[in-house]
């Protein structure tokens, strides 16, 4: 009998975070990145959820398509505030 080696673990998905407004809403872009969206479908930026010793963290970034690389906008605890800050980037 030989014994299996994992070498990875398949990547669970976190719900999508609840907004407190309706003015942008996410769109899953992967298990742990939504897509920003305001009510006519433009892409304001992305949420990434970071795990933290003391809880989730919310990221807010943008996509750089010049070198295709997203650019960290900030960290917050909560998702409304993420969400604020690429509204009001």
Do not use: C
């Not at 809403?25 to 939504?34: E, M, N, P, T």
Request: aromatic residues 6%.
């Amino acid at each position: 009998m030989s014994a299996t080696l994992i070498t990875s673990t398949p990547e669970v998905p976190y719900a999508t975070p609840q907004l407190s407004t309706k003015k942008e809403h996410l769109v899953r872009a992967s298990a742990h990145l939504w897509r920003v969206q305001d009510a006519r479908e433009r892409v304001l930026g992305h949420l990434r959820l970071i795990p933290d010793p003391l809880g989730v963290r919310y990221r807010a970034e943008r996509l750089h398509l010049a070198t295709a690389s997203f650019r960290l906008v900030g960290d917050f605890w909560s998702a409304d505030d993420a969400v604020a800050a690429l509204r009001n980037g």
